[in-house]
């Protein structure tokens, strides 16, 4: 058709799983459509990986054209659920991205609260081991010092005493 651009891949040729010896002419934009297990999922992984795409002169992926397949690899890449509503989904690369990068973020802040967690407990069980100690400590200063003291108390009896 005149006017129009023409499409880059003149023919597309099949030799995989579901199809033998296949072929078609793409236009310019392609659909597929078709029930489960008639081989569109096949037909796109053989046309992303370049298998038997005959290219019109001069024209190459090498040469700046683009092939850009819809498939479940780009759907799982790019549809994201939109939030709490069922069934909406939102098509954007970009927000799809950041979800998973809000996600990652997400995760690693719980990493990072129950290292947080763990930490606070291991302080708190070091904090009541230091307490024992402590008090095992002056338990054992005044159990030391008892003899002293009671030498010490007896020297001092005759001072404690009021003078008549």
Not at 103 to 129: N, T
Request: aromatic letters at 8%.
């Amino acid at each position: 058709m005149p006017g129009h651009p023409q499409p880059a891949i003149l023919r597309v040729e099949l030799d995989c799983a579901t199809f033998h010896g296949a072929s078609f002419e793409p236009a310019r934009v392609s659909f597929f459509y078709g029930r489960n297990g008639t081989g569109k999922s096949t037909a796109a992984r053989a046309i992303a990986a370049k298998a038997g795409l005959s290219w019109r002169d001069g024209a190459s992926a090498a040469e700046g054209f683009r092939l850009l397949l819809f498939d479940r690899g780009f759907i799982e890449a790019n549809f994201r659920q939109a939030g709490p509503v069922p069934g909406l989904y939102v098509l954007n690369a970009r927000n799809a991205a950041l979800r998973e990068e809000i996600a990652q973020l997400e995760r690693e802040r719980q990493r990072v609260v129950q290292q947080g967690r763990s930490w606070a407990d291991a302080l708190a069980a070091s904090q009541q081991r230091l307490d024992r100690l402590h008090r095992d400590a002056l338990e054992r200063c005044w159990s030391l010092t008892k003899p002293a003291r009671k030498t010490y108390a007896a020297a001092l009896r005759g001072l404690r005493t009021k003078a008549s």
